[in-house]
């Protein structure tokens, strides 16, 4: 579970743990947030770790598998969700050194991590199958514009990735599914130099009102499970009726 300290992150990592997965929980710099996460993952009785590590850094992404394959065994199942958010600006102000930074986490990161489960679910390497689920949003669907144009073509590419890696690997006995959250109060908003937003635009929403991490982990998890047997290379919005 890559970015796992905070917000839909820590969500999913509680959920899953309560269902009975063994996890490693993934964070890159907030270490006091990733051990609140560690302590109430293990009140369920799992085994947990905590590694930390940049997903934009190659070989941080590598030691962490192998650590995970000593610690916790065979791996089933992956959760693709750490992003980058930077502050809020339109395409007049973008530079080339910030793309680059939100591209090597939210896309490359997303990609390595795949490759890294992929290569130890798949068949042909000797592996029982399992589970990726990606972490979009829905703004890979709205554009962002004038705000979070840069992150929603992130968001975008990783659509693309959901959709052709879940054909990729599907005979392999993995499953490649999304997720795309909308207006969901997390931290993350904050990153963007806004914490309110989700108070500011909700009343566009049909419910009118922003959604919970909560709701977007137990997408996280059905996608996952094996009631969603049937679905890959697929992707659901938690958005609050905003499509």
């Excluded at 973008?94 to 896309?107: C, G, K, P, T």
């Excluded at 992929?118 to 592996?127: I, P, S």
Aim: hydrophobic residues 40%.
């Amino acid at each position: 579970m890559t970015g796992a300290s905070r917000g839909i992150g820590r969500a999913t990592a509680l959920l899953l743990a309560q269902n009975g997965y063994d996890l490693c929980i993934n964070y890159r710099t907030d270490e006091a947030s990733a051990r609140e996460t560690l302590t109430q993952a293990q009140a369920f009785g799992v085994n947990v770790m905590l590694y930390r590590a940049d997903i934009g850094d190659e070989q941080a992404v590598v030691e962490m598998f192998k650590a995970i394959d000593k610690n916790l065994g065979h791996l089933t199942a992956l959760v693709n969700n750490a992003a980058l958010m930077l502050p809020q600006l339109s395409i007049e102000q973008v530079d080339s050194q910030r793309l680059a930074a939100m591209f090597n986490i939210n896309v490359s990161g997303y990609f390595i991590c795949a490759r890294e489960a992929v290569l130890r679910m798949a068949f042909k390497h000797g592996g029982s199958g399992g589970s990726i689920v990606n972490v979009s949003s829905l703004a890979a669907l709205t554009g962002s514009p004038n705000e979070y144009l840069d992150y929603a073509a992130s968001k975008g590419a990783i659509d693309t990735l959901t959709k052709g890696l879940a054909m990729e690997v599907s005979r392999e006995g993995i499953r490649v599914n999304g997720v795309r959250p909308g207006l969901i109060y997390t931290q993350m908003h904050a990153d963007g130099g806004e914490p309110m937003r989700v108070d500011r635009v909700k009343e566009r929403l049909p419910l009118g009102r922003g959604g919970t991490a909560q709701e977007v982990a137990e997408a996280i998890v059905w996608l996952l499970s094996d009631r969603a047997s049937f679905s890959t290379g697929d992707s659901i919005n938690v958005s609050g009726g905003l499509n």
